[in-house]
């Protein structure tokens, strides 16, 4: 009896264990996107978001106001300023005039640049330029420097990308394509499912397999010709091809052999005594379906639900394929993209959005999770 208290313990104590790894795994890249998307844009780029608490180091570059701005002083001409026009308090340990040498002088000292000019920053960003001669041209001197930063947060990033032109839009719009798109394939999939769990027809192994081989098949080969299967469908009815419409049969498309796999498992493993019982009674098929199967149903429906409103909330490529890019149609995802610019160089850009996206698939995933892993194995260990 000990032993298998102690090996009973012992699987409780792995299982916990598992958990809080998997936990760990999903929680602290989440907890990197937050942070990285209230940092500064410049505090982002010189370290990792594992630092952001600590003083942050970086080279950077600056170029001095040109000759129009010195001033005659003690029989010198001199340039002065400060290299932080921005006003940002950081500290200047050293600074350079190469490139190949951007910590060349330390703070505070005067570096001679030849034919008597010499240059002095300070920690504080503060710079004199002096020459005996009068300075020319309408480039300034280029200064490299090494400075710290004390950390920075800020909600100037969530207000960029929350309060840009055509997020609310792009946001109704995202709404607009997930919702029909989880709804249908989940109708159509249930009555698949049922038909192919209870339902003996000619071909239905056939069609079984088709379905599985389907799971298989890669999104990307099949857009280009359903793209033109919609343009000629448009062209012969005269009407616009990139429409709502057009999106929603495509989600439900390419969703449907992984829902109806999914609901059929379960639906096959439901027990057999309660169809019998109600084929008895005289009900018809339709009627054990609305009437039995898809209360019963409910978690594996739950569980579908989450794949896909995940999916498509996400998608990005399907919805730059099959829909426009007018401020009626652009979803949510690609207007993000259009914030990142064409490099996609704006690292707080892309943690903030990465963060906002992420909200609504939460409170649909907490809202449904009761049901998740429920509906997910009740299916696994037995099936028609």
Do not use: C
Request: hydrophobic share 50%; net charge positive; glycine share 10%.
């Amino acid at each position: 009896m000990t032993t298998k208290t102690g090996k009973s313990f012992a699987g409780r104590f792995g299982v916990h264990i598992a958990v809080l790894v998997f936990v760990a795994i999903w929680t602290i890249p989440t907890l990197g996107i937050l942070v990285s998307s209230l940092r500064d844009k410049d505090q982002i780029i010189a370290s990792g978001w594992w630092n952001s608490f600590a003083t942050s180091s970086q080279t950077e570059a600056g170029r001095l106001p040109a000759a129009s701005a010195q001033a005659q002083k003690d029989g010198k001409y001199v340039i002065e300023g400060n290299i932080f026009g921005d006003g940002a308090k950081r500290e200047i340990s050293a600074f350079g005039v190469k490139s190949s040498a951007p910590t060349q002088f330390p703070a505070g000292s005067a570096a001679d640049l030849g034919d008597g000019v010499t240059l002095q920053v300070n920690a504080d960003g503060s710079f004199a330029l002096s020459s005996p001669k009068a300075f020319e041209g309408e480039r300034g001197q280029r200064v490299y420097f090494a400075s710290s930063a004390p950390p920075k947060f800020t909600t100037e990033n969530y207000k960029t990308v929350l309060f840009s032109e055509g997020i609310g839009r792009s946001f109704m719009n995202s709404l607009t394509v997930t919702i029909p798109s989880t709804v249908i394939p989940i109708l159509i999939a249930a009555f698949a499912a049922y038909a192919l769990a209870w339902m003996r027809f000619p071909g239905r192994a056939l069609l079984i397999a088709v379905i599985i081989g389907l799971l298989v098949v890669p999104l990307q080969m099949s857009l280009i010709p359903l793209l033109k299967l919609y343009n000629g469908v448009g062209s012969f009815f005269g009407v616009p091809s990139k429409t709502y419409l057009g999106i929603w049969l495509a989600h439900t498309g390419f969703g449907l052999p992984f829902a109806i796999y999914l609901l059929r498992s379960y639906i096959a493993g439901l027990p057999r005594e309660i169809m019998e019982s109600a084929r008895i009674d005289g009900a018809s098929d339709f009627e054990i379906f609305v009437k039995i199967v898809l209360p019963l149903s409910f978690p594996v429906l739950a569980s579908f639900a989450i794949f896909q409103f995940l999916w498509v909330w996400n998608d990005l490529l399907v919805a730059m394929v099959f829909l426009g890019t007018e401020a009626d149609q652009i979803v949510l995802t690609a207007k993000l993209n259009a914030l990142l610019g064409s490099r996609g160089g704006d690292w707080e850009i892309l943690t903030t959005s990465a963060f906002v996206t992420i909200i609504v698939p939460l409170i649909v995933f907490f809202s449904l999770q009761r049901y998740f892993v429920r509906g997910l194995l009740a299916g696994s260990v037995k099936g028609g």
